[in-house]
């Protein structure tokens, strides 16, 4: 049970991973056509400050999960570092399960508030007039990749 966790974990971290640097690409050729058409040919996509602002917070959300199973989220190991290894491991499961409640909470409400800009038929209000619940869906994915793996993490410390 705790391998196939593990798995899915780091399958769907990759997965975000990837959507997040296809985003970033996609983010940078978006701008690179705007200052190309403004300088070269007088020429605004118009969408270009809304939709660079979309794919960033997509491909953050999307990464926060493989962030964490690398170990790059900011950690402060001021006092944990100090004790030993089986108290350090207490602190791990404390924080995991903590962290896991907050976002699984995060997640929850992340939901309903997508749900809720589709239900509601919320948009832009920029020129693209964007369906806003469209923007949101890589935020609830985000979130679940990064409650999944905040779970693994918290069952490895726990079984370990």
Do not use: C
Request: aromatic share 18%; net charge positive; charged share 15%.
């Amino acid at each position: 049970m705790l391998s196939f966790l593990e798995k899915i974990a780091d399958k769907l971290s990759k997965l975000g991973a990837y959507l997040a640097s296809v985003l970033f690409l996609m983010l940078v050729a978006l701008i690179m056509t705007e200052i190309i058409g403004r300088t070269f040919f007088d020429y605004s996509t118009m969408i270009a400050d809304e939709y660079s602002g979309y794919f960033y917070l997509a491909a953050v959300f999307l990464g926060l999960a493989y962030t964490f199973r690398q170990g790059a989220h900011i950690r402060i190991t001021l006092l944990s570092a100090r004790f030993s290894p089986r108290v350090q491991r207490y602190i791990d499961i404390f924080a995991g399960v903590m962290m896991s409640g907050i976002l699984g909470f995060a997640l929850y409400y992340t939901w309903f508030f997508m749900i809720d800009s589709k239900q509601m038929e919320m948009l832009s209000e920029n020129v693209s007039e964007t369906p806003l619940y469209l923007t949101q869906i890589p935020m609830v994915i985000g979130l679940a990749f990064f409650t999944l793996a905040s779970i693994a993490f918290t069952f490895k410390k726990v079984f370990k």
